[in-house]
T-cell receptor
Framework: RKEVEQDPGPFNVPEGATVAFNCTYSNSASQSFFWYRQDCRKEPKLLMSVYSSGNEDGRFTAQLNRASQYISLLIRDSKLSDSATYLC?????????????FGSGTRLQVQP | DVKVTQSSRYLVKRTGEKVFLECVQDMDHENMFWYRQDPGLGLRLIYFSYDVKMKEKGDIPEGYSVSREKKERFSLILESASTNQTSMYLCATIRTGQVIGETQYFGPGTRLLVL
C-alpha cells in the first residue's frame, strides 16, 4: 500500500464549478501536510499548507482529518487556469532533514 | 526569489553511458535533494545532502550516486544509464530550520531519455 494515495483523475469540470480532491495517508505519525500544484512539464510549487483547524486561501480550502487520515482540497469557482496536477505531500516526525512523501497527483482539467 | 537551475531541460543518452545531472542554487541553502518523477508513481527521493560532502540515500538510490563538493551545487550521477532510468529528474533545496514542506524549492526538471 502506498504511503500517500490520490485518485489520479482526471477530474473534468466546467468553469465555475466546485471540485474537491482527497488524499489518504497511511502513517498515523504524519506531522505536516501540504498541497502542491504542478503544471504540465513544470516543477511542483507549493499551493498551500494544511492545518489541523483547516485553512482557506481565496477560492481554495484545505482540511485535515487526522482520525480518518486524509486531507482534502476544495476549489470553488474553478478557472481555466486551475487546470493542473495537484500533489498531496506529507512529512513524518522522524524524517528530520529528509524530504517529503508525495502522492502521485490528481489531474484537474477545467473546461470552458 | 530562490533560483534553482538544472543543467539541462532535455537529455537523450544511450544505455551504458555515464550521465551527469547538475543542480545549482543561489540561496545558500544547506539541504538539497534529487527526485525522479514517473507517471502513477509521483516523486520519489533518490538522494539528499544536508551539507557539503554529506549525502544520504533516499528511497530509490540504486543505480545512482551523488556529489556535493560545493554548497551551491548538487550533482546526480548515473554510472551506467539504463532504460528504466528514463524519467523526469527534479532537484530541490531548503534551508535548515525552515518548515520543510513550506519552503522546498524545485528546479525546472530534466527530462532524461535513455535509449
Amino acid at each position: 500500500r502506498k504511503e500517500v494515495e490520490q485518485d489520479p483523475g482526471p477530474f473534468n469540470v466546467p468553469e465555475g464549478a466546485t471540485v474537491a480532491f482527497n488524499c489518504t495517508y497511511s502513517n498515523s505519525a504524519s506531522q505536516s501536510f501540504f498541497w502542491y500544484r504542478q503544471d504540465c512539464r513544470k516543477e511542483p510549487k507549493l499551493l498551500m499548507s494544511v492545518y489541523s483547524s483547516g485553512n482557506e486561501d481565496g477560492r481554495f480550502t484545505a482540511q485535515l482529518n487526522r482520525a480518518s487520515q486524509y486531507i482534502s482540497l476544495l476549489i470553488r469557482d474553478s478557472k481555466l487556469s486551475d487546470s493542473a496536477t495537484y500533489l498531496c505531500v506529507v512529512t513524518y516526525r522522524d524524517t528530520g532533514r529528509r524530504a517529503l512523501t508525495f502522492g502521485s497527483g490528481t489531474r484537474l482539467q477545467v473546461q470552458p | 526569489d530562490v533560483k534553482v537551475t538544472q543543467s539541462s531541460r532535455y537529455l537523450v543518452k544511450r544505455t551504458g553511458e555515464k550521465v551527469f545531472l547538475e543542480c545549482v542554487q543561489d540561496m545558500d541553502h544547506e539541504n538539497m535533494f534529487w527526485y525522479r518523477q514517473d507517471p502513477g508513481l509521483g516523486l520519489r527521493l533518490i538522494y539528499f545532502s544536508y551539507d557539503v560532502k554529506m549525502k544520504e540515500k533516499g528511497d530509490i538510490p540504486e543505480g545512482y550516486s551523488v556529489s556535493r563538493e560545493k554548497k551551491e551545487r548538487f550533482s546526480l550521477i548515473l554510472e551506467s544509464a539504463s532504460t528504466n532510468q528514463t524519467s523526469m529528474y527534479l532537484c530541490a533545496t531548503i534551508r535548515t530550520g525552515q518548515v520543510i514542506g513550506e519552503t522546498q524549492y524545485f528546479g525546472p526538471g530534466t527530462r532524461l531519455l535513455v535509449l
